[in-house]
Protein backbone atom coordinates (compact mmCIF):
# COMPACT_ATOMS: atom_id res chain seq x y z
CA UNK A 1 0.00 0.00 0.00
CA UNK A 2 3.17 2.44 0.78
CA UNK A 3 3.97 2.12 -2.40
CA UNK A 4 0.88 3.03 -4.29
CA UNK A 5 0.69 5.86 -1.71
CA UNK A 6 4.25 7.06 -2.62
CA UNK A 7 4.19 9.84 -4.95
CA UNK A 8 7.65 9.97 -6.79
CA UNK A 9 8.47 13.69 -7.15
CA UNK A 10 8.00 14.82 -10.74
CA UNK A 11 11.18 16.98 -10.30
CA UNK A 12 12.91 13.75 -9.74
CA UNK A 13 11.07 12.16 -12.44
CA UNK A 14 12.13 14.66 -15.50
CA UNK A 15 15.12 15.96 -14.02
CA UNK A 16 17.08 12.83 -13.28
CA UNK A 17 15.32 11.32 -16.04
CA UNK A 18 17.13 13.80 -18.69
CA UNK A 19 20.40 12.84 -16.66
CA UNK A 20 20.16 9.35 -17.47
CA UNK A 21 19.82 9.61 -20.78
CA UNK A 22 23.31 11.15 -21.43
CA UNK A 23 25.92 8.77 -21.99
CA UNK A 24 29.03 11.36 -21.31
CA UNK A 25 29.16 14.00 -18.70
CA UNK A 26 31.22 17.33 -19.47
CA UNK A 27 33.99 17.59 -16.79
CA UNK A 28 33.96 20.68 -15.29
CA UNK A 29 37.27 22.64 -13.91
CA UNK A 30 38.14 21.28 -10.25
CA UNK A 31 41.25 23.18 -9.94
CA UNK A 32 40.19 26.52 -7.21
CA UNK A 33 42.11 29.38 -9.65
CA UNK A 34 40.15 28.84 -12.38
CA UNK A 35 36.78 30.34 -10.36
CA UNK A 36 35.28 33.56 -11.46
CA UNK A 37 36.11 36.39 -9.39
CA UNK A 38 33.68 38.40 -7.24
CA UNK A 39 32.98 41.77 -8.11
CA UNK A 40 34.79 41.62 -11.55
CA UNK A 41 33.87 44.45 -13.96
CA UNK A 42 33.34 42.22 -16.76
CA UNK A 43 29.07 40.39 -17.02
CA UNK A 44 27.34 38.54 -18.90
CA UNK A 45 25.81 42.05 -21.22
CA UNK A 46 29.83 42.81 -21.93
CA UNK A 47 30.10 39.29 -23.45
CA UNK A 48 29.22 38.16 -27.18
CA UNK A 49 25.78 38.87 -27.44
CA UNK A 50 25.08 35.77 -29.96
CA UNK A 51 27.12 33.35 -27.94
CA UNK A 52 25.07 34.17 -24.32
CA UNK A 53 21.54 34.37 -26.49
CA UNK A 54 22.39 30.86 -28.61
CA UNK A 55 23.40 29.40 -24.98
CA UNK A 56 19.97 30.35 -23.29
CA UNK A 57 18.47 29.62 -26.44
CA UNK A 58 19.28 25.68 -27.16
CA UNK A 59 18.73 25.84 -22.83
CA UNK A 60 15.33 26.88 -23.31
CA UNK A 61 14.42 24.16 -25.72
CA UNK A 62 15.82 21.58 -23.95
CA UNK A 63 19.37 21.01 -26.38
CA UNK A 64 21.50 20.80 -22.77
CA UNK A 65 24.45 19.64 -23.78
CA UNK A 66 24.88 21.93 -27.05
CA UNK A 67 24.16 24.77 -24.38
CA UNK A 68 26.79 23.74 -22.23
CA UNK A 69 29.15 23.58 -24.95
CA UNK A 70 28.31 26.71 -25.51
CA UNK A 71 28.50 28.09 -22.22
CA UNK A 72 31.78 26.47 -21.57
CA UNK A 73 33.07 28.13 -24.96
CA UNK A 74 32.59 31.24 -23.31
CA UNK A 75 34.08 30.11 -19.98
CA UNK A 76 37.12 29.76 -21.84
CA UNK A 77 37.24 33.12 -23.75
CA UNK A 78 36.11 34.93 -20.32
CA UNK A 79 36.67 32.67 -17.33
CA UNK A 80 35.78 35.68 -15.21
CA UNK A 81 32.68 37.11 -16.76
CA UNK A 82 30.43 37.65 -13.86
CA UNK A 83 26.73 35.65 -13.92
CA UNK A 84 28.47 33.10 -16.13
CA UNK A 85 28.83 30.54 -13.63
CA UNK A 86 25.09 31.12 -12.29
CA UNK A 87 24.14 30.07 -16.07
CA UNK A 88 26.37 26.75 -15.75
CA UNK A 89 25.26 26.08 -12.27
CA UNK A 90 21.19 26.58 -13.54
CA UNK A 91 22.16 24.74 -17.17
CA UNK A 92 23.70 21.36 -15.34
CA UNK A 93 20.29 22.02 -12.55
CA UNK A 94 18.06 21.50 -15.46
CA UNK A 95 19.74 18.91 -17.58
CA UNK A 96 20.11 16.53 -14.14
CA UNK A 97 24.14 17.03 -13.72
CA UNK A 98 23.71 17.86 -10.02
CA UNK A 99 27.30 17.48 -9.32
CA UNK A 100 28.16 20.06 -11.63
CA UNK A 101 25.57 21.80 -10.67
CA UNK A 102 27.18 21.94 -7.05
CA UNK A 103 30.54 23.06 -8.73
CA UNK A 104 29.37 26.07 -10.45
CA UNK A 105 26.29 27.02 -8.38
CA UNK A 106 29.19 27.17 -5.29
CA UNK A 107 30.88 29.55 -7.44
CA UNK A 108 28.22 31.59 -8.39
CA UNK A 109 27.10 32.35 -5.02
CA UNK A 110 30.85 33.21 -4.13
CA UNK A 111 30.57 35.56 -6.58
CA UNK A 112 27.38 36.73 -5.82
CA UNK A 113 26.60 36.50 -1.93
CA UNK A 114 22.92 37.65 -2.73
CA UNK A 115 21.97 35.21 -5.77
CA UNK A 116 19.24 34.24 -3.96
CA UNK A 117 18.37 31.81 -7.02
CA UNK A 118 22.00 30.51 -7.01
CA UNK A 119 21.41 29.70 -3.35
CA UNK A 120 18.18 28.04 -3.64
CA UNK A 121 19.19 25.71 -7.04
CA UNK A 122 22.26 25.15 -5.11
CA UNK A 123 20.40 23.38 -1.71
CA UNK A 124 18.03 21.83 -3.99
CA UNK A 125 20.91 20.47 -6.29
CA UNK A 126 22.17 18.92 -2.26
CA UNK A 127 18.93 17.31 -1.70
CA UNK A 128 18.84 15.48 -5.65
CA UNK A 129 22.44 14.14 -5.43
CA UNK A 130 21.38 12.96 -1.76
CA UNK A 131 23.00 15.04 0.45
CA UNK A 132 19.53 16.78 2.31
CA UNK A 133 22.02 17.56 5.44
CA UNK A 134 24.38 20.07 3.00
CA UNK A 135 21.20 20.93 1.11
CA UNK A 136 19.18 22.12 4.44
CA UNK A 137 21.12 25.40 5.40
CA UNK A 138 20.95 26.60 1.97
CA UNK A 139 17.12 26.41 1.48
CA UNK A 140 17.00 27.72 4.84
CA UNK A 141 18.18 30.93 3.70
CA UNK A 142 15.98 30.90 0.73
CA UNK A 143 12.36 29.64 1.32
CA UNK A 144 10.96 31.91 -2.25
CA UNK A 145 10.21 30.09 -5.13
CA UNK A 146 11.79 30.58 -8.68
CA UNK A 147 10.31 29.34 -11.89
CA UNK A 148 13.81 27.90 -13.11
CA UNK A 149 13.26 25.39 -10.17
CA UNK A 150 10.59 23.71 -11.16
CA UNK A 151 9.57 23.28 -7.57
CA UNK A 152 8.73 25.18 -4.41
CA UNK A 153 11.95 24.65 -1.91
CA UNK A 154 9.95 24.87 1.12
CA UNK A 155 8.85 21.25 0.03
CA UNK A 156 11.88 19.63 -0.48
CA UNK A 157 13.49 22.04 2.75
CA UNK A 158 10.58 19.82 4.82
CA UNK A 159 11.73 16.66 3.17
CA UNK A 160 14.95 17.32 3.93
CA UNK A 161 14.10 17.41 7.66
CA UNK A 162 12.14 14.02 7.38
CA UNK A 163 15.51 12.75 5.68
CA UNK A 164 17.38 13.93 8.30
CA UNK A 165 14.66 12.48 11.49
CA UNK A 166 14.58 16.34 12.45
CA UNK A 167 10.79 15.89 12.29
CA UNK A 168 9.91 18.87 14.51
CA UNK A 169 11.44 21.29 11.90
CA UNK A 170 9.67 19.27 9.34
CA UNK A 171 6.62 19.78 11.08
CA UNK A 172 7.40 23.70 11.06
CA UNK A 173 8.20 23.67 7.18
CA UNK A 174 5.04 22.20 6.24
CA UNK A 175 2.87 23.82 8.31
CA UNK A 176 4.73 27.50 6.66
CA UNK A 177 4.04 25.45 3.51
CA UNK A 178 0.40 24.81 3.88
CA UNK A 179 -0.02 27.91 6.17
CA UNK A 180 -1.30 26.71 9.66
CA UNK A 181 0.21 27.19 12.77
CA UNK A 182 2.83 24.91 13.19
CA UNK A 183 1.51 23.61 16.64
CA UNK A 184 -2.39 22.43 15.36
CA UNK A 185 -3.48 19.33 14.28
CA UNK A 186 -3.81 20.23 10.45
CA UNK A 187 0.55 20.75 11.04
CA UNK A 188 0.57 17.37 12.26
CA UNK A 189 -1.56 15.47 9.92
CA UNK A 190 0.57 17.10 7.01
CA UNK A 191 3.28 16.10 8.44
CA UNK A 192 2.04 12.68 8.74
CA UNK A 193 0.68 12.57 5.22
CA UNK A 194 4.61 13.41 4.32
CA UNK A 195 6.39 10.80 6.80
CA UNK A 196 4.49 8.09 4.85
CA UNK A 197 5.12 9.08 1.55
CA UNK A 198 8.74 9.02 2.78
CA UNK A 199 8.44 5.64 4.56
CA UNK A 200 8.34 6.38 7.68
CA UNK A 201 5.37 5.03 8.72
CA UNK A 202 6.09 4.35 12.73
CA UNK A 203 6.41 8.39 13.16
CA UNK A 204 3.16 8.87 10.72
CA UNK A 205 1.21 7.06 12.77
CA UNK A 206 2.62 8.96 16.09
CA UNK A 207 1.55 12.24 14.29
CA UNK A 208 -1.59 10.85 13.34
CA UNK A 209 -2.55 9.95 16.60
CA UNK A 210 -1.40 13.55 17.79
CA UNK A 211 -3.58 15.46 15.18
CA UNK A 212 -6.26 13.30 16.01
CA UNK A 213 -5.52 14.23 19.76
CA UNK A 214 -5.68 18.04 18.91
CA UNK A 215 -8.96 17.95 17.10
CA UNK A 216 -10.74 14.73 16.76
CA UNK A 217 -13.14 15.91 14.01
CA UNK A 218 -10.32 16.86 11.87
CA UNK A 219 -11.26 15.72 7.84
CA UNK A 220 -8.71 12.95 6.93
CA UNK A 221 -6.87 12.06 9.98
CA UNK A 222 -8.70 8.85 10.66
CA UNK A 223 -8.95 7.96 7.43
CA UNK A 224 -5.06 8.12 7.38
CA UNK A 225 -4.87 5.97 10.72
CA UNK A 226 -7.16 3.45 8.98
CA UNK A 227 -4.77 3.32 6.12
CA UNK A 228 -2.30 2.61 8.42
CA UNK A 229 -3.62 0.11 10.12
CA UNK A 230 -4.55 -1.70 7.06
CA UNK A 231 -0.94 -2.05 5.60
CA UNK A 232 -0.40 -3.61 9.26
CA UNK A 233 -2.75 -5.91 8.53
CA UNK A 234 -5.20 -4.40 11.82
CA UNK A 235 -7.99 -4.34 9.88
CA UNK A 236 -10.54 -4.29 12.58
CA UNK A 237 -8.84 -1.06 14.07
CA UNK A 238 -8.65 -0.07 10.46
CA UNK A 239 -12.46 -0.69 10.15
CA UNK A 240 -13.29 1.54 12.78
CA UNK A 241 -11.34 4.72 11.70
CA UNK A 242 -12.38 4.75 8.44
CA UNK A 243 -16.25 4.85 9.77
CA UNK A 244 -15.34 7.86 12.02
CA UNK A 245 -13.73 9.38 9.09
CA UNK A 246 -17.30 8.83 7.29
CA UNK A 247 -19.05 10.61 10.30
CA UNK A 248 -16.89 13.70 9.79
CA UNK A 249 -16.42 13.89 6.28
CA UNK A 250 -19.47 12.04 4.74
CA UNK A 251 -19.18 13.31 1.01
CA UNK A 252 -15.15 11.69 0.58
CA UNK A 253 -15.47 8.85 -1.82
CA UNK A 254 -12.19 7.92 -1.13
CA UNK A 255 -13.68 6.92 2.57
CA UNK A 256 -16.50 4.82 1.05
CA UNK A 257 -13.76 2.99 -0.94
CA UNK A 258 -10.67 2.62 1.77
CA UNK A 259 -13.55 1.00 3.80
CA UNK A 260 -15.20 -1.21 1.78
CA UNK A 261 -11.23 -2.54 0.77
CA UNK A 262 -11.64 -3.34 4.63
CA UNK A 263 -14.73 -5.19 4.24
CA UNK A 264 -13.35 -6.80 1.21
CA UNK A 265 -10.44 -8.45 3.18
CA UNK A 266 -12.71 -10.17 6.13
CA UNK A 267 -14.73 -11.53 3.40
CA UNK A 268 -17.72 -9.13 3.94
CA UNK A 269 -18.58 -8.44 0.15
CA UNK A 270 -22.15 -7.39 0.35
CA UNK A 271 -21.31 -4.46 2.44
CA UNK A 272 -17.95 -3.82 0.56
CA UNK A 273 -20.23 -3.57 -2.80
CA UNK A 274 -22.53 -1.16 -1.38
CA UNK A 275 -19.69 0.77 -0.39
CA UNK A 276 -18.09 0.84 -3.57
CA UNK A 277 -21.07 1.68 -5.53
CA UNK A 278 -21.27 5.23 -3.52
CA UNK A 279 -17.49 5.78 -3.63
CA UNK A 280 -18.14 5.56 -7.46
CA UNK A 281 -21.28 7.93 -7.43
CA UNK A 282 -19.46 10.34 -5.63
CA UNK A 283 -16.23 10.08 -7.85
CA UNK A 284 -16.87 7.95 -11.42
CA UNK A 285 -13.33 9.29 -12.58
CA UNK A 286 -11.48 7.28 -9.97
CA UNK A 287 -9.83 3.59 -11.45
CA UNK A 288 -9.38 1.84 -7.79
CA UNK A 289 -13.49 1.53 -6.90
CA UNK A 290 -14.09 0.16 -10.24
CA UNK A 291 -11.06 -2.43 -9.35
CA UNK A 292 -11.39 -3.15 -6.02
CA UNK A 293 -15.48 -3.64 -7.28
CA UNK A 294 -14.21 -6.12 -10.05
CA UNK A 295 -12.90 -8.29 -7.33
CA UNK A 296 -15.60 -7.96 -4.90
CA UNK A 297 -17.86 -9.65 -7.50
CA UNK A 298 -15.74 -11.89 -8.75
CA UNK A 299 -15.66 -13.15 -5.71
CA UNK A 300 -19.63 -13.16 -5.29
CA UNK A 301 -19.67 -15.50 -8.28
CA UNK A 302 -20.93 -12.14 -9.99
CA UNK A 303 -18.44 -12.69 -12.91
CA UNK A 304 -20.05 -11.08 -15.97
CA UNK A 305 -20.32 -7.81 -13.62
CA UNK A 306 -17.11 -8.05 -12.68
CA UNK A 307 -15.70 -8.01 -16.40
CA UNK A 308 -17.66 -4.87 -16.70
CA UNK A 309 -16.20 -2.99 -14.01
CA UNK A 310 -12.92 -3.96 -14.75
CA UNK A 311 -13.19 -2.90 -18.45
CA UNK A 312 -14.98 0.51 -16.84
CA UNK A 313 -11.18 0.78 -15.54
CA UNK A 314 -9.32 -0.18 -17.82
CA UNK A 315 -10.92 2.60 -20.36
CA UNK A 316 -10.04 4.89 -18.09
CA UNK A 317 -6.45 3.58 -17.00
CA UNK A 318 -5.44 1.07 -20.03
CA UNK A 319 -1.84 1.21 -18.99
CA UNK A 320 -2.88 -0.41 -15.44
CA UNK A 321 -1.88 -4.03 -15.23
CA UNK A 322 -3.77 -4.98 -11.87
CA UNK A 323 -7.49 -4.65 -14.25
CA UNK A 324 -5.83 -6.53 -17.42
CA UNK A 325 -4.68 -9.26 -14.89
CA UNK A 326 -8.31 -9.32 -12.96
CA UNK A 327 -9.86 -9.51 -16.40
CA UNK A 328 -8.03 -12.29 -17.27
CA UNK A 329 -9.03 -14.40 -14.34
CA UNK A 330 -12.21 -13.21 -14.93
CA UNK A 331 -12.49 -14.48 -18.43
CA UNK A 332 -11.02 -17.73 -17.90
CA UNK A 333 -14.06 -18.44 -15.03
CA UNK A 334 -16.20 -17.62 -17.83
CA UNK A 335 -14.46 -20.07 -20.45
CA UNK A 336 -13.35 -17.32 -22.53
CA UNK A 337 -9.60 -18.87 -22.89
CA UNK A 338 -8.42 -16.47 -25.77
CA UNK A 339 -9.43 -13.11 -24.43
CA UNK A 340 -8.13 -14.52 -20.78
CA UNK A 341 -5.20 -15.05 -22.37
CA UNK A 342 -4.84 -11.74 -24.07
CA UNK A 343 -5.19 -10.19 -21.38
CA UNK A 344 -2.60 -11.98 -19.14
CA UNK A 345 -0.23 -11.23 -21.60
CA UNK A 346 -0.81 -7.31 -21.81
CA UNK A 347 -1.05 -7.63 -18.08
CA UNK A 348 2.91 -9.28 -17.72
CA UNK A 349 4.15 -6.62 -20.33
CA UNK A 350 2.66 -4.26 -18.83
CA UNK A 351 4.10 -5.19 -15.24
CA UNK A 352 7.70 -5.62 -16.90
CA UNK A 353 7.59 -2.74 -18.34
CA UNK A 354 7.12 -0.86 -14.91
CA UNK A 355 9.89 -3.32 -13.36
CA UNK A 356 12.27 -1.71 -16.23
CA UNK A 357 11.52 1.54 -14.91
CA UNK A 358 14.38 3.28 -12.68
Request: glycine share 6%; aromatic share 8%.
Amino acid sequence: MLKALRISLAILNSLVGAASARAEVIQVPQNPSTASIPGSSQDASSAPRSDFEQARHLLAQGKYDEALLALHGLEAKHPEMKGLAHELGAAYYRSGNFPNAIFYLKRARAQDPNDAEAEQLLGLSYYLAQRPAEAIPELEKVQTWFASANVDAAYILGICYIQTKDYPNARKAFAKMFDVPADSAASYLFTARMLLRQDFAPVAEDYAHKAVALDPKLPLAHQLLGELYLYHSQIDDAITEFRKELEINPGDPAAYYKLADGYSRVQKYDEAERLLQRSIWLDPTSTGPYILLGKVLEKKGETELAVRALQRALAMDPNNPVPHHLLGLAYRDLGKNEEADRELKVAGQLEQGQASKP
